[in-house]
């Protein structure tokens, strides 16, 4: 043992020259990341090298004999190792030459597994003369396989490279020519060429044999390291091969991805889905797909991407829909970001073009992608309506809208945006689908496009103007600094969404004509139906004493002063007029002109239940701004009056003008003279009060009757039974 000891301590060290003091190697080329021609030698180029780097090599140590051991012996060897016992002699020699002898696999009883005293040699020159045992006794002493690699497969695992044997590839010794502090043996050569001289000299490197299968591997060490260089491994693996695997090509893409060089992984993942063989039993990697939809999503090459993806999937079923869902989500997000930023810059029309030409490209890729599926057999008749978050006014029109559905005969089912995969799944039983005031995110234009497809009509419920840019949402300036600019962005780009939805449904469905005037443009038929509000008859509250009590609403906010017509004439009667009472809800402000009459007005704020607080009033007063969006409202507020016969002042609008006439069941002023006129004239005559709500109350029970809504939706269903082109 102290014999052994005393080998250990002349075991020589791996002892590499400093940087700076290395020898010149001008000229050779630095590692990048770019796709670009791969140079290098050829694989038959002879191992020379620079003059001025010309040097002696003075102890070329020995290398694995390949003939077999003196006392080999097939039987031992299968008695050693019992799995090859069906082996003939030739057949164990061959398996010992490649396999057993890298691999240290013993051949004789007193042979130790693992150990192959030629590789201890070979690692430990102190050791060339040593015998068997005593390189077996050196090798345990330093703490065997847990210290020291006893073979090649062990000593390659432990370099981390996957080979089963010393690559012949690599050229050694022309290497320790350029390095000749790593001269120490091949395996300390090899291990400098990992560490520091591949990233060095990769491209003036003369591989032999087998250079791409060595190369690969040393691109997977260097990967895992996260190392840039793996790049070039790959490219050299690939410019030496005469028909580089996919498997080959699939790990520099990979490589080219994770050092960010998108354009070169997505022109390899291309590649890779070109090679594939045509027809129905083609086979597709979905790991090649996902890291070319990942490359080209990098890149934003949408169209490049949305060209393939559609024949790529069709060989993928079983990941085709989720990964065309995830493409949609990803591309319509990275769209959203492009126009929010033109929207930031003022840009709206080109930030609206983004948006629109986005809904568009999601839909023909659901088209194209998505499966359609048949039309059910209709067993019991519903509709299906997707609608979300939607303000008071739109939630009490759908609750009476499926109240009313009922009354026509159809269930209803009802889905919001969390549900929006159930309400495309229900699509093939449905009679219709309504969609109200939903924006085209992608999941809603892969339903739409689905029924589409599938024959099921639908309709695209609002009832406000809220897909017109032209007109909505109002300028910046009218809100006065109540929102910021950031909000004001989600106002355009919510514009932008509910259009291209309601593009994609083949009719409207809206409250009043001014609105389906503007819907008829955008809906796939240019129709659209017209269903009014519907309200029941309701009691008023009784009058108790001489005053005249005035109501005021704003579902919008409106700021009332006295340079408004209406604000003038309120003033003016709560001047002249004690008797006069003032009670406001929603959002409606005033401003400091009313404050002396603040003992006489009640401001309820935006109160849930203001129809009560109207109940007890004798004049019911709506605004409008005169904006063509307020011109398609439908007349909800004269509606809540008139159904308890209560009589309504309100600005002259189409929308008041379409079902209604201006004297016999509603008042209507445009300027401050007419409303002053009209709000003194009402305030001053309980009869005519009187008359102009009892008018008003026969006319709701004519027109706007839940039996007169119903019988609409009844009517519009019989006729979208009927097959019209699209």
């Keep these: 043992m102290r014999q052994v000891m005393n080998l250990l301590k002349n075991i020589s060290r791996n002892i590499f020259l400093p940087r700076s003091n290395r020898p010149a190697t001008s000229g050779l080329p630095e590692i990048y990341l770019g796709a670009t021609d791969a140079g290098g030698a050829p694989d038959d180029a002879p191992t020379t090298i620079p003059a001025a780097l010309q040097r002696r090599d003075r102890a070329a140590p020995r290398e694995t004999p390949t003939t077999l051991p003196a006392d080999f012996s097939p039987q031992g060897y299968r008695d050693c190792n019992p799995d090859l016992g069906a082996l003939a002699d030739h057949e164990v020699a061959l398996h010992y030459s490649t396999v057993g002898k890298p691999a ?76 000749p502090r790593a001269a120490a043996h091949r395996w300390a050569a090899l291990a400098h060429f990992l560490r520091e001289g591949f990233a060095e000299v990769a491209d003036e490197i003369p591989y032999g044999d ?69 027809g129905d039993g083609a086979e597709l990697r979905e790991a090649d797909l996902r890291g070319f939809v990942g490359a080209a999503a990098r ?90 978050g939607l303000p008071e006014g739109a939630g009490r029109r759908l609750d009476h809208a499926i109240i009313l559905l009922g009354r026509a005969g159809h269930a209803v089912r009802f889905f919001d945006l969390g549900t929006v995969r159930a309400f495309e799944e229900a699509l093939p039983a449905a009679s219709a689908a309504i969609v109200v005031r939903m924006p085209a995110w992608p999941t809603v234009v892969q339903a739409l496009v689905r029924a589409r497809r599938l024959g099921v009509p639908t309709l695209y419920e609002t009832d406000e103007l809220t897909v017109a840019p032209a007109f909505a949402p109002p300028p910046l300036a009218a809100f006065e600094g109540r929102i910021g600019e950031r909000a004001y962005e989600d106002l355009l780009f919510g514009v932008a969404l509910y259009r291209g939805a309601a593009a994609l449904c083949d009719h409207g469905l809206v409250p009043t004509r001014a609105l389906a005037r503007h819907l008829d443009g955008i809906v796939a038929t240019g129709r659209s139906f017209v269903v009014r509000d519907a309200a029941e008859a309701a009691e008023r509250s009784p009058a108790v004493d001489d005053r005249v009590r005035l109501f005021l609403h704003a579902p919008r906010t409106r700021i009332l002063d006295a340079a408004d017509p209406a604000g003038a004439a309120l003033l003016h009667v709560l001047r002249h007029e004690p008797r006069v009472r003032l009670t406001t809800a929603g959002f409606i402000a005033l401003d400091d002109a009313f404050a002396p009459f603040a003992d006489r007005i009640d401001q309820r704020g935006p109160i849930p239940d203001w129809e009560e607080a109207l109940a007890g009033c004798d004049l019911n007063l709506v605004l409008a701004d005169g904006s063509e969006a307020e011109d398609c409202l439908a007349p909800t507020g004269w509606l809540a009056a008139a159904r308890r016969g209560i009589p309504t002042l309100a600005s002259d609008t189409p929308a008041h003008r379409e079902t209604l006439t201006d004297g016999t069941d509603i008042r209507l002023a445009a300027g401050g003279t ?7 004239a009402l305030v001053a005559a309980p009869d005519l009060r009187a008359t102009l709500g009892a008018a008003a109350a026969r006319r709701a029970a004519d027109a706007f009757s839940p039996e007169a809504a119903g019988e609409a939706y009844r009517a519009l269903l019989a006729m979208l039974r009927s097959p019209t082109p699209r």
């Design 299 to 388: 890149r934003a090459a949408w169209p490049r991407l949305f060209t393939r993806l559609p024949g790529a999937l069709a060989r993928l079923p079983a990941a085709g829909d989720a990964m065309a869902r995830e493409v949609t989500e990803s591309y319509f997000a990275e769209r959203g970001r492009a126009a929010r930023a033109l929207y930031t810059e003022g840009r709206r029309v080109e930030g609206d073009a983004v948006l629109a030409r986005a809904i568009r490209d999601v839909a023909d890729l659901a088209a194209a992608c998505l499966p359609a599926g048949t039309r059910a057999a209709e067993q019991e008749p519903f509709v299906a309506i997707l609608a979300h």
């Design 210 to 278: 087998d250079a791409p299968s060595f190369l690969i591997a040393l691109g997977n060490h260097l990967a895992a390291r996260g190392h840039p260089a793996a790049i070039r491994a790959y490219e050299l693996a690939i410019t030496r091969d005469v028909t580089p695997s996919p498997a080959a090509r699939r790990r520099l893409a990979e490589a080219y991805g994770r050092a960010g060089a998108w354009a070169a992984a997505l022109d390899l993942y291309d590649g890779l889905l070109d090679d594939l063989p045509e």
């Design 104 to 179: 240290g696999l013993a051949y004789r009883a007193d042979h130790v597994p693992g150990f192959d005293p030629d590789h201890f040699r070979e690692t430990h020159p102190a050791f060339a003369h040593a015998d068997d045992t005593a390189c077996r006794n050196a090798w345990q002493a330093q703490g065997g396989p847990d210290a020291t690699p006893g073979n090649q497969a062990a000593h390659l695992q432990r370099l981390g490279l996957a080979l089963p044997a010393y690559p012949k590839a690599f050229p050694w010794r022309f290497y320790t020519r350029l390095y």
């Design 674 to 680: 007419e409303w002053a006129d009209a709000l003194g």
